[in-house]
């Protein structure tokens, strides 16, 4: 490298020195002026460059060029004599010169180096196979893409004739026909087709600068193009399917707006794609939220919510869930059902089910809840006495589910194929119950059927009878149905032939049949007959560890009958439910749950404590005072004491309900006929005229 001396640092020296050092063109050995204090000194002390007040010492150590930055024609002079022999002077405004055109060359290097880097990169990075030759057929580029396509290393192509790297390229032929070709198919030597445009590179004067090959493998336009059509049937199989379905369904993107409805859609609400597509989720809702906005800002799927919608303000339920596609929120799909064609076809169902009731027994053991001892005990008995044709008695209070036990025996026993008939005693008139029970001959009184009528025994020959609150059955009704116990035949109303008939009876009763007989109004022998096979059934205050599972299925039916999709209920509210007496039993049970449930808002599905209604009689809070009718006295039987307890007991509840009789047998759990044997028992009947 040549080594400098510069004469001068003042202004211009300083600046050459700058220009010397940063393009390192040469390398400055020293810089020379009378003044110590130039600037340019200074500088040179910090590049660690020779500093000195004469040049004569500093020519002597190898100086190839001195550059006279002084502009002082005397030192020019004195310089040229000075010089040795071999060494060069140039005057400061031609250094500038040179330097200022050496780092224009470096500038414009820089900026070619950079351009060529983008043309590399923009054409390897473009899925089209690219070639140019030159006027001589040789390749001067060749990107990555054609590499790849070929098969050819491209550092290698770069410089070969066309023909050795590809023997079947037409670019010569471009060359010498200057003709534009697209779009022409051609196979590569590696077997590949390709689709080709060759392109002749004129310029603007017309001269031949070589030509250009852009290709592409025909293989990835063809996949690319099933891969369309395959979107393009898969997106009309779909739009087919959701405007086919009976089902309203609306689809919003992920900023809320309307992109897809179909036919049953604009059925139910009445509005058209254009009053819904390209509008806000909102633009449906006559009253209520909009679950489409919720499920996007939540990501949650809602089910169950109760809205109007259209201009008819149609009461619908709607079910909306989530659009997400690789975790990206895409919009979301609603359902929405017609809760007046769900209230018809659960109507429809009911009636469907009353029917089904009335021929067939619908419960199984699988269906009773019990985990408690007490309950598996009277399953087992259940089971064993479903097996023998035995009469069985169902004893328990009102609620526990006897009903239910009777299903099941029967559809456990070799009956099970046969009819079912249930009969409530006490829900049948005294002067109807006997033609219900035993049927009637044409004539048997006014207002009978030509050609009589078939009773429950008939209907439920070679099944079985379910005879609930049996201890309700008058004197007389009583000895006619222990002459079907005993004989195995009845006599129909107004006729007199007995038919034999084979049905196996269950009967149920909540009430204390011994004490009736005590009394005389159940006939023992009746009693023996019916308890040839009791099986006492427990109330649920004494099994409470039954309560979840019983919750469970409660909830299950109830969201069946209330349209509804509650899913559980919480340790709490459980807790609070095992707090409770229960004299109503498994039917009050399930009679709060369903409160509960009815109160609660659609998008809730957890039945929480919050939602159990206030229970009256909590078991924590019940006291016994030293005075009331629960004391007992040593003087009295158990029986007495039974007595006035009981009496004590309908007199308070008369007195709550105003003695509205009905009201009170409901509150009571008995029946109304019941009541009136009670109230007259205990003379409490002169009390509600007074």
Known sequence: MQRVMIVGAGKGGTALLKRIVETNLMKVAAIVDKNEQAPGIALAKTFNIETSKHWMPVMRKNINIIIEATGNKEVMKSLQMDKEPGMVI??????????????????????????????????????????????????????????????FPRKKALGLNIIDVIPSSKLPRTLTTREVETNQEQVLENGLKIITTRIPMIDESGNLLGALALFKDITEVVNLAEEVTNLKEIQVLLESIIQSSEEAISVVDEEGRGILINRAYTKLTGLSEEQVLGKPATADISEGESMHMKVLQTRRAVRGVRMKVGPAKRDVIVNVAPVIVDGKLKGSVGVIQDVSEIQKLTTELNRARQIIRTLE?????????????????????????????????????????????????????????????????????????????????????????????????????????????????????????????????????????????????????????????????????????????????????????????????????????????????????????????????????????????????YHETKIEAKHIPQLQVPLKERKVQENGPFVHNNDETLADAVERVEAEVIKQSLEKHEYNRTQTARALGISLRSLYYKMEKYNLANNSMQ
């Open 90 to 151: 140039i005057p400061g405004a031609v250094a500038h010169l040179i330097s200022e055109l050496v780092e224009e060359k470096e500038v414009l290097i820089a900026k070619l180096k950079e351009e060529t880097y983008k043309q590399q990169t923009i054409f390897n990075s473009t899925n089209d196979g690219m070639i140019v030759i030159d006027i001589n057929e040789k390749i001067i580029l060749f990107n990555k893409t054609a590499e790849k396509i070929t098969g």
């Open 361 to 601: 027994a619908k419960y199984s053991f699988e269906d009773i809840i019990g985990v408690s001892e007490e309950m598996k005990m009277a399953i087992e008995q259940a089971k064993l006495g479903a097996k023998t044709p035995a009469t069985v008695l169902l004893r328990g209070e009102s609620g526990t589910g006897k009903e239910l036990f009777a299903h099941a025996i029967h559809n456990a026993s070799d009956r099970k194929y046969n009819k079912f008939i249930r009969v409530n005693c006490a829900a049948i008139s005294e002067n109807l119950l006997e033609s219900e029970l035993f049927g009637y001959v044409e004539g048997a009184f006014s207002g009978a059927k030509r050609g009589g009528k078939r009773g429950f025994f008939e209907e439920a020959n070679n099944g079985s009878i379910f005879l609930d609150e049996i201890g309700e059955l008058s004197a007389n009704m009583q000895a006619k149905l222990l002459r079907v116990l005993q004989e195995n035949e009845i006599v129909k109303v107004g006729g007199t032939k007995p038919l034999s008939v084979n049905v196996r009876v269950i009967a149920a009763t909540n009430v204390n049949i011994e004490k009736a007989m005590a009394e005389g109004s159940f006939r023992e022998d009746l009693y023996y007959r019916l308890n040839r096979y009791p099986i006492s059934i427990p109330p649920l205050r004494d099994r409470k560890e039954d309560i979840p599972s019983l919750c469970v299925r409660l909830i299950s039916k109830l969201n069946q009958d209330y349209g509804r999709n509650i899913e559980t209920i919480t340790q709490h509210a459980v807790e609070l439910l095992h707090q409770y007496d229960w004299p109503g039993n498994v039917r009050e049970l399930e009679n709060v749950l369903g409160r509960a449930i009815i109160f609660m808002d």
